[in-house]
């Protein structure tokens, strides 16, 4: 029964992330640099929470490839690419900018 929820909740919300830009306003050639609010609504229940679950996977790959990172000599390579760059996506841009 919950699982039924939650798909029901993920399509809704993904749904209102692709009808966040409105065919109107493609048309007239203008676009809102502001987000929308499916934008904003889909970046935080949908985005954030996959870039904080890439961010805790890339910690653990980091954690588990240490030591082959030290002996080819690449730590702060494999640090900024498993563990800075998603924390980065996760906390630090404006809710609805993807």
């Known amino acids: ?7 029901k909740f993920v399509a809704a919300a993904t749904a209102c992330a692709v009808l966040a830009v409105s065919p109107a306003t493609l048309a007239a050639g203008y676009v809102d640099e502001r987000p929308s609010f499916a934008a904003m609504f889909a970046d935080g229940v949908l985005v954030r929470p996959l870039g904080l679950g890439a961010m805790v996977l890339g910690a653990a790959t980091w954690v588990v490839t240490l030591p082959f990172s030290a002996l080819g000599g690449n730590v702060d390579e494999a640090t900024q690419k498993l563990v800075v760059e998603p924390a980065q996506f996760t906390f630090t841009r404006p809710l609805g900018e993807l």
């Open 1 to 7: 029964m919950t699982r039924q929820i939650c798909r």
